[in-house]
Antibody, heavy 117, light 111 residues
Framework: QVQLQESGPGPVKSSQTLSLTCTVS??????????WTWIRQHPGKGLEWVGY???????YYNPSLKSRLTISIDTSKNHFSLKLSSVTAADTAVYFC?????????WGQGTLVTVSS | QSALTQPASVSGSPGQSITISCTGT?????????VSWYQQHPGTAPKLIIY???NRPSGVSNRFSGSKSGNTASLTISGLQAEDEADYYC???????????FGGGTKLTVL
């Protein structure tokens, strides 16, 4: 099982772009074994699939976020990233990265991103 | 509103068995054997406990079992223990544009 770790710059101001990176260890992001995924959880709420990317660069996004979302992959650094533009308070959530092959079997610890005005 | 419907809460006494349902449609739960279940304790990441309807990952207690009938999947926890108190989420592949569906989560209280 691979290990994943989210990282990001901390709080984000409303209307700006939220950027997070997920670093993968214990396996190659280019293996083709998984779709590399972002999931978020609003405070006190359930899980929401954000989107995922394959090592080839193919992306699949939640339609509700698609217009603001970019997920990219850097195989040389063994990490993948999320950028969500024009954020509002509604984007305040814990963001998890995870592996997906019709189920999410490895998860990062999650990082809380707070959008402030 | 979540795509998959779970009860908001269930409870049971130590040693008892409980079942959590997850109801979808023929586009997700009913149409594919790609239902998974996750356990989440407060402040931690979800943990996979069942995949592909009824398979347990290595290291997960055999007290956890999964099944499916029609458009409803179920998670059964037998021999309830205090440590089972957590939130439980179901998920399914879906042929809709969202690709991944989650249930709203069920809070399990061990009395």
């Amino acid at each position: 099982q691979v290990q994943l770790q989210e990282s990001g710059p901390g709080p984000v101001k409303s209307s700006q772009t939220l950027s997070l990176t997920c670093t993968v260890s214990g396996g190659s992001i280019s293996s083709g074994d998984y779709y590399w995924t972002w999931i978020r959880q609003h405070p006190g709420k359930g899980l929401e699939w954000v989107g995922y990317i394959y090592y080839s660069g193919s992306t699949y996004y939640n339609p509700s976020l698609k217009s603001r979302l970019t997920i990219s992959i850097d195989t040389s650094k063994n990490h993948f990233s999320l950028k969500l533009s024009s954020v509002t308070a509604a984007d305040t959530a814990v963001y998890f990265c995870a592996t997906y092959k019709y189920y999410f079997d490895s998860w990062g610890q999650g990082t809380l991103v707070t959008v402030s005005s | 509103q979540s795509a998959l419907t779970q009860p908001a809460s269930v409870s049971g006494s130590p040693g008892q068995s409980i079942t959590i349902s997850c109801t979808g449609t023929s586009s997700d739960v009913g149409g594919y054997n790609y239902v998974s279940w996750y356990q989440q304790h407060p402040g931690t990441a979800p943990k996979l406990i069942i995949y592909d309807v009824s398979n347990r990952p290595s290291g997960v207690s055999n007290r956890f079992s999964g099944s499916k009938s029609g458009n409803t999947a179920s998670l059964t926890i037998s021999g309830l223990q205090a440590e089972d108190e957590a939130d439980y989420y179901c998920s399914s592949f879906t042929s809709s544009s969202t690709l991944v569906a989650f249930g709203g989560g069920t809070k399990l209280t061990v009395l």
